[in-house]
């Protein structure tokens, strides 16, 4: 998984990517809140962020706020690195649109411990958008059943999109997820089977029978 990091201390900064790609991640490197925030906007923008708060011309939590401002990026899951540990400074970090912080000096269990939540809520995020796209699909399917649906009089043929001609059971196998199972019901066994059946006995001589 990519992991974006943002440090303006270029000591700091090798340090925890050494430690990530160890670890097994693939990195995108930036070393201030401007050029952390251009990758964030990108397409291809990793979904997990580390930004150091104190950084020259933007700081951590300002990416926080216009990450979670903007609704043309894709969300990431973000951690603030920071070297303030009073409670009101890491309810500001918070507050602007972190995921979750953790503080300078870091111990290397804590911040792998830490990075693994990031990615399991990443994969989490991406299963649920996967089971909202295939919900959409199924409600355009079942949308395009709805309105006024031209069918044959006679052979009872529906007109689909093309203006083609198909059976009713195609057509509708095509546009939703049912199956069909064939049978008889009790008014066509009355009205069709059954005086089939009484035609077939009297046209069968007894010794065929």
Known sequence: MKVLIAED???FCRLIETKLVKW????VVTHNGIE????LKREDAPPLAILDWMMPDMDGAEVC???RESSQIRPAYIILLTAKD???DITKGLQAGADDYITKPFDDEEFQARIKVGVRVVRLQRLLSDRVTEL???LRRVKQLQGLLPICSY?????NDQNYWQKVESY????TEVQFTHGICPECFQRIVEPELERLKKETPLSDL
């Open 86 to 88: 009073r409670s009101e």
């Open 9 to 11: 201390d270029p000591v």
């Open 36 to 39: 952390a925030w251009e990758v």
């Open 172 to 175: 509708i196998s095509e546009h």
């Open 136 to 138: 959409e699909a199924s």
């Open 24 to 27: 097994g991640y693939e990195t």
């Open 155 to 159: 052979c009872k043929n529906i007109r």
């Open 65 to 67: 706020g216009k990450a």
